[in-house]
């Protein structure tokens, strides 16, 4: 299963396993990028020190074959510089990527001869604009580079759907003081919507039934809008967080 993630470079998950020396380090990931051991690892990356930066190249563990490569600001792998090359598993350059002050600014796609697929320049706020080309070098209109995966209707059908469904007296039921109790819930949306592997990843102590709730509101919600990439549907793992609110007027009145 492929499951498509837009953010920052690969190496941004990882976490050195151990040095080998002062100045390198070798870290092992699963399919799913956390770190695992050697024999269960499917890529490694081997970093070393370049004057004030940590250059790393990840390889693909089935044939050894470069998977990506640049550079970091830090030990910690959390903090991309310049330019990042990546490639696919046959050899061939997927895409390069453009950092400054480690946010990504630009991605540009490529196709297997070489040529330009797809360009997608990011800003503050967002994407501020992307485009995307054919072989031969043509433009094609309203090509989508990236999107994640959203809700139907968007944000305002979002709160609708939650206003309709959510139990918002879980919290008082709990007997949660006054205050916002905010849940993630990490699941998967396919390329036709649906959504499986539902689960919370961030629980409010002082209420874990807000989670159940939470879990159970997306897991028997409609389909979803799928993830694109490069003007095509992909599997996306989707963060949502949803919050639940005590006042203390309703603390004390109960939940009507």
Known sequence: MKIILFSLALFTCFFHQGLAQQDSTIIYLNK??????KDRAIIYGVFNKRDNLWHGKAYYVKNQT????????EMNFKTPVGAFNNYKENGTLDNTSIY???KITEKTYYYKNGSKKSQIVYS????MEQKGWDENGKEISGY????????KGGAKGWQKYLEKNLNSAVAV???APAGDYEVTIEFLVNKEGYISEVKATSIPSKCKPCAAEAVSVIMNGP?????????EPVIYRQKQKITFQVSEQRKRGGKN
């Open 32 to 37: 799913e990028g956390k770190e695992t051991i």
């Open 66 to 73: 470069l998977q990506s490569e640049g550079d970091y600001r």
């Open 100 to 102: 400054n002050d480690d």
């Open 124 to 127: 503050n706020d967002g994407i």
């Open 144 to 151: 989508i580079v990236e999107r994640e995966a959203r809700f």
């Open 173 to 175: 039921d709990a007997g």
């Open 223 to 231: 389909n979803w809008e799928p993830a694109i990439l490069n003007n």
